[in-house]
């Protein structure tokens, strides 16, 4: 069964430094997502993608976040400079129309320390 | 601001007995709902979706859908201790627009 991938499952990262989470969406889907999670609270929107552009974003997807879709099967995101309130676990999730059921990796657990 | 309410628990229900979790939200424009459930440390896993008022079921799962109420429900018959988990409610706004998540309500099944 196709599956969303993402690496890698768990990052540590000094604060002020610069991270990427890596996402392989399902191969015919064309919506992309990013979530995260921070312990104990509930899932947030950060950002959804198209057409090889944002199409909508969340006050928490700040300068300090950005995505990319570099060839065509990865979806990045990017924090440039980490802050410790960035640790948290971040989901990417596929769909294959903006409204439908959408599909979530396994996670990438980010620890900022 | 888009919110979407549901109950945290935990709700604890006896093996074999329905479990009904609920979930409001505050925006009527919303147009699809879906029911995930997350394990503790997982990522969430789509349970059903719906989009219009009424039933809808699959297998031991039914979700119930009242826009004018704003309220979408799930109910689980014959609960079973693995479907001890949280469950998320998700809302929708139109074609490629984000999801908001509710919080949350996690439901033990004792055996």
């Known amino acids: 069964e196709p599956e969303v991938t993402q690496t890698p499952s768990h990052q540590v990262t000094q604060m002020g430094q610069e991270v990427i989470l890596r996402c392989v969406p399902i191969s015919n889907h064309l919506y992309f997502y990013w979530y995260r999670q921070i312990l104990g609270q509930k899932v947030e929107f950060l950002v959804s993608?198209?057409?090889?552009?944002?199409?909508?974003k969340s006050e928490i997807f700040d300068d300090q976040f950005s995505v990319e879709r570099p060839d065509g099967s990865n979806f990045t995101l990017k924090i440039r400079s980490t802050k410790l309130e960035d640790s948290a676990m971040y989901f990417c999730?596929?769909?294959?129309?903006?409204?439908?059921?959408?599909?979530f990796g396994q996670g990438t657990r980010l620890t900022v320390v | 601001q888009k919110e979407v309410e549901q109950n945290s628990g935990p709700l604890s229900v006896p093996e074999g007995a329905i479990a009904s979790l609920n979930c409001t939200y505050s925006?009527?424009?919303?147009?699809?709902f879906f029911w995930y459930r997350q394990y503790s440390g997982k990522s969430p896993e789509l349970i059903m979706f719906?989009?219009?008022?009424g039933d809808k079921e699959d297998g031991r799962f039914t979700a119930q859908l009242n826009k004018a109420s704003q309220y979408v429900s799930l109910l689980i018959r014959d609960s079973q201790p693995s479907d001890s988990a949280t469950y998320l409610c998700?809302?929708?706004?139109?074609?490629?627009?984000?999801?908001?998540f509710g919080p949350g309500t996690r439901l033990s099944v004792l055996p």
């Open positions: 998700a809302v929708s706004m139109d074609y490629g627009q984000n999801f908001v």
């Open positions: 993608f198209y057409n090889n552009e944002i199409s909508e």
């Open positions: 719906i989009y219009s008022n």
């Open positions: 925006d009527r424009g919303s147009q699809s």
């Open positions: 999730a596929s769909s294959t129309e903006g409204n439908t059921e959408a599909f």
